[in-house]
């Protein structure tokens, strides 16, 4: 069961910016930091932030993160079709002494 | 460069065993964690286990717990999963990933994370 909940599926049009938000609470986001994935059809999920809002190399500066208290969200700016994808946050969480995963949201290009 | 390579995978009947391994190369296996997290299919991400570095912890999640056991040899630079019991809702890609440690029983989500391998639970 996951502990992080995310919005199903978001959308936007090519250049067009999408946020997705990812709901935790004190256990996990409110004392840890929030990663993101990137996860494309028939392939293994791959790091899109970490540390928060930190960038690995080869990402590009069109997405960006952020937390606050509990929550943290993800921005994709300039859309673009190769970013339709499934993203998912997560998180160690301290209660269960374990990672944590968001339920996913399902990207869509229009 | 990192890279993680499971094997182990296939078709295992209901109450079965299977072992999973992970070998691992690119990075210093004995400082990081490792952990292994599964996908059912069309589902979400879920964690499963995670060992230290130097092995002396481990952690589950509640529904492998007494079921699954993670352990690692790092003169072969190799993580395993023993499972044993298996169930259908067991059937998964499960992927092992490498984690860093922040003190204590802190840990970072996964930086990089294995190709995977499907086990099915059928008869």
């Known amino acids: 069961q996951s502990v992080l909940t995310q919005p199903p599926s978001a959308s936007g049009t090519p250049g067009q910016r999408v946020t997705i938000s990812c709901s935790g609470s004190?256990?996990?986001?409110?004392?840890?930091?929030a990663y993101w994935y990137q996860q494309l059809p028939g392939t293994a999920p791959k790091l899109l932030l970490y540390?928060?809002?930190q960038r690995p190399s080869g990402v590009p500066a069109r997405f960006s993160g952020s937390k606050s208290g509990t929550s943290a969200s993800l921005a994709i700016s300039g859309l673009r079709s190769e970013d339709e994808a499934d993203y998912y946050c997560?998180?160690?969480?301290?209660?269960?002494?374990?990672?944590?995963f968001g339920t996913g949201t399902k990207v869509t290009v229009l | 460069e990192v890279q993680l390579l499971e094997s182990g995978g296939g078709l295992v009947q209901p109450g079965g065993s299977r072992r999973l391994s992970c070998a691992a190369s690119?990075?210093?296996?004995?400082?990081?964690?490792m952990s292994w997290v599964r996908q059912a299919p069309g589902k979400g991400l879920e964690w499963v286990s995670l060992?230290?570095?130097?092995?002396?912890?481990?952690y589950y999640a509640d529904s492998v717990k007494g079921r699954f056991t993670i352990s690692r040899d790092s003169s072969k630079n190799t993580l395993y999963l023993q499972m044993n019991s298996l169930r259908a809702e067991d059937t998964a890609e499960y992927y092992c990933?490498?984690?860093?440690?922040?003190?204590?029983?802190?840990?970072?989500?996964?930086?990089?994370w294995g190709q995977g391998t499907l086990v099915t639970i059928s008869s």
């Open positions: 990933a490498k984690v860093e440690e922040c003190g204590g029983d802190c840990y970072l989500p996964p930086e990089n």
């Open positions: 690119g990075f210093t296996f004995s400082s990081y964690a």
């Open positions: 060992i230290s570095g130097s092995g002396g912890r481990t």
């Open positions: 004190s256990s996990n986001f409110g004392r840890n930091y």
């Open positions: 540390r928060n809002n």
């Open positions: 997560a998180a160690w969480d301290d209660s269960l002494s374990g990672f944590v």
